[in-house]
């Protein structure tokens, strides 16, 4: 169950603008402005693209903007924007790539002050960049058929998404106006999934040996329709704002259930059984959410704000519908049902000009309400109910020579449920039914002068909590125990309750080194140290990150950007079966562009940007390293992007775009060293670890008078 809110459009919309940034804009800085003083416009963009190489070189290049498959393509952008000086009346229209399958159309029109409508259609399709080879027939339906002895063939799959927006608004006075929204987005398709068993009595519930376990590659269909739908009214005045509403989300999914059939003469025929049980796939699901919302200006130095929401969310389709056979004694659906209920009060007051306090706090209580069942015959679900408290509390001041001082308090407070006497936790030594957190911070900012700005901040929090719960069965199930009393040193306690201490320390820096340069220094620093009743699990982990930006004017007609950052993460892990284990993830990336006219009516550009991610894995038992340690997983980009545009007059341009992009991928968890993982039924999945892709594209554009 979800209660998010989620905006189709908007993911689109931030794809379409990842792919123009990699192809161009379509206008200029100049036409941007020169439609800022008269908007009525109407532009067209229309060209060609081609793309080098085949679809396994541009399997990470054309994950999302189309050119997975298409080698040539048609570049077809318009806008039309129009403004009715004598009525107030604006209409917009327009559309991207649509020539590709992730276009994009927007209508609206709005008289200003009176009301408003628009409407919208989306697409997107995720090409999944690795390649499923198998000899499973039907990969990707609802009733895939396994046959390990059947020739192999190479499958990509993709996940096609097909959104409408509209949207209506009215003032019904000056201060009063209510809005209306509707979107549903169509999912179709299929992504990386599998089933499995180990070889166990226990989890398998069968007699196995050491050749009984199997791991399947079966990939989900997918074949689902969410809805939202959302109707509120904003009221205005003098010194005040209120917003009130309903919100509703409603997920249908037409894929229920996955039947496989195991054509497996050889295999186990308690592993046959057992894999060819009906999988679950994500149930129909809605929610409800009431909520209300404003600020209010007590009087120019005292102003507040406040948000009050409450959510039900149920989950109910029955299983016989989704092709489950539930055991008998059992009822007929799950019956989920969650009630959230948030509260969040703001506060801001500036006594005096030198001194501001600002002040937060929130509430969530979520109440599981899903009954209880004994699903496999000796333990019921889990109740997952939970009290959370938040809130921050600043105060700054202005001091002498420039500095500015905020100290600043932060509180978090989570109580969770306890789990009943019915439910199974056994990967676990204990639990927390509550843990809270007290933080402090201090940050230091000064203009030193017209030219250079500074900042230092440094955060510290504890977080800390009374009593772990007992998971022995018997009659302490439950119980509390005092942290001194636990003494396993092997035991398994979460990371999200254990004890927490957190650092942190920013270093910010904006220099006005010259009329014509500038530059940003940014500098974070932070570690968390994690303590529970064991040597093992998490001990601590942390964050390093350096950062420099440069902007350059050579002269009126050239201007040069550059960027270089450097990040790394740790976390180091003692696993309690006995090794220990090191992981690191270090980024670098470097950036210049470079954009100018070589005349008044020719426009160059250009950015070479490089990123190296690295995941390193070192494993080790007590001071000696452990043989066979993973490699590492490696991600490296480097992509060069270079435009020109020639103005034939003032109504058309010409504009032509190269790209080349060149990655390499390794990555274990998939293969190592050019082998592939393979299935139990002789599936594999594969990627070309070295792609290298070159897009060259031109438009021409016209401007409508």
Not at 117 to 143: C, D, F, K
Not at 578 to 600: F, M, P
Request: charged share 20%; with cysteine.
């Amino acid at each position: 169950m979800k209660t998010r809110r989620q905006h189709f459009g908007l993911s689109h919309k931030l794809l379409f603008l990842a792919v123009l940034a990699a192809f161009g804009p379509v206008h200029a800085e100049d036409d941007e402005v020169a439609q800022l003083i008269k908007p009525d416009s109407t532009v067209v963009s229309a060209g060609l693209g081609v793309a080098s190489g085949n679809s396994a070189d541009r399997a990470i290049f054309g994950q999302y903007n189309g050119w997975r498959k298409n080698e040539v393509g048609i570049l077809l952008d318009f806008e039309l924007i129009r403004r009715d000086d004598a009525s107030g009346l604006w209409t917009n229209f327009s559309g991207s790539n649509l020539g590709f399958d992730n276009r994009e159309l927007t209508f609206s029109q709005q008289k200003q002050g009176d009301w408003g409508y628009s409407a919208g259609y989306s697409e997107l399709v995720r090409h999944e960049p690795r390649s499923v080879i198998t000899g499973v027939l039907g990969s990707g339906t609802t009733n895939p058929v396994v046959n390990p002895a059947a020739g192999l063939s190479e499958s990509n799959l993709e996940l096609k998404r097909k959104g409408l927006t509209v949207g209506l608004e009215k003032w019904l006075t000056p201060n009063l106006m209510v809005e209306a929204s509707f979107k549903t987005e169509k999912k179709d398709g299929a992504r990386l999934s599998g089933i499995g068993v180990t070889c166990s009595n226990v989890i398998a519930g069968y007699p196995c040996s050491a050749t009984t376990g199997a791991l399947l590659l079966l990939p989900e269909p997918i074949n689902s329709t969410t809805q939202q739908f959302e109707a509120k009214i904003n009221l205005s005045g003098d010194n005040y704002l209120l917003s009130g509403g309903y919100y509703g989300s409603f997920f249908s999914n037409s894929n229920s259930s996955m039947k496989p059939v195991i054509n497996a003469p050889t295999w186990n025929a308690g592993l046959v059984g057992y894999l060819q049980q009906t999988v679950a796939l994500p149930p129909d699901n809605q929610a409800h959410q009431f909520y209300l919302s404003g600020n209010y200006a007590f009087n120019s130095w005292i102003r507040a704000n406040f948000h009050v929401a409450h959510t039900k969310a149920t989950q109910d389709q029955d299983f016989a519908s989704m092709g489950l056979v539930a055991a008998a004694g059992l009822p007929p659906n799950f019956g989920a049902e969650v009630n959230s209920t948030v509260a969040q009060l703001g506060l801001s007051v500036r006594p005096m000009p030198k001194l501001s306090l600002t002040g937060n706090w929130r509430y969530e209580d979520v109440k599981d309400d899903t009954p209880l069942a004994l699903y496999n015959g000796a333990f019921t679900n889990t109740p997952n109910s939970s009290e959370k408290a938040t809130g921050k509390a600043d105060l700054s001041y202005v001091l002498p020579v420039g500095f500015r001082a905020t100290l600043g308090v932060d509180y978090a407070y989570m109580k969770r449920q306890r789990p009943v006497a019915t439910t199974s936790i056994t990967s676990l030594t204990s639990l927390r039914e509550w843990t809270e957190e007290l933080g402090y911070r201090v940050e230091l900012r000064r203009s030193m002068s017209d030219t250079i700005n500074t900042s230092v901040s440094w955060t510290t929090a504890i977080r800390e909590g009374e009593h772990w719960m007992s998971l022995i069965p018997g009659a302490n199930l439950y119980k509390e125990v005092r942290y001194v009393d636990i003494n396993d040193p092997i035991g398994v306690f979460p990371f999200t309750m254990m004890d927490r201490k957190r650092d942190k320390i920013r270093v910010l820096a904006d220099w006005m080194a010259t009329d014509d340069l500038s530059l940003q220094f940014i500098v974070d620093s932070g570690k968390d140290s994690y303590a529970a009743p064991t040597t093992k699990g998490l001990h601590d982990s942390g964050m390093q990150s350096y950062g420099i930006d440069a902007a350059l004017t050579l002269s009126e007609a050239w201007k040069l950007t550059a960027y270089i950052n450097h990040g790394k993460q740790t976390l180091h892990v003692d696993h309690n079966v006995g090794y220990i284990a090191a992981l690191d993830n270090v980024t670098l990336s470097v950036g210049l562009g470079v954009i100018g006219k070589l005349a008044k009516n020719i426009e160059v550009g250009g950015d070479l940007m490089y990123i190296d991610d690295s995941s390193r894995y070192q494993l080790g038992s007590g001071n000696a390293e452990l043989p066979g340690v993973l490699p590492d997983v490696v991600y490296r980009a480097t992509t060069l992007k270079l435009f020109g545009k020639y103005a034939l007059d003032k109504s058309a341009d010409v504009r032509v775009d190269l790209v080349h992009q060149r990655v390499k991928f390794d990555e274990w968890t998939w293969g190592n060293n050019g082998t592939p993982f393979l299935y139990s039924d002789n599936t594999m999945v594969a990627m070309q670890p070295k792609q290298s892709v070159t897009y060259l594209g031109a438009r021409y554009v016209y401007r409508f008078k």
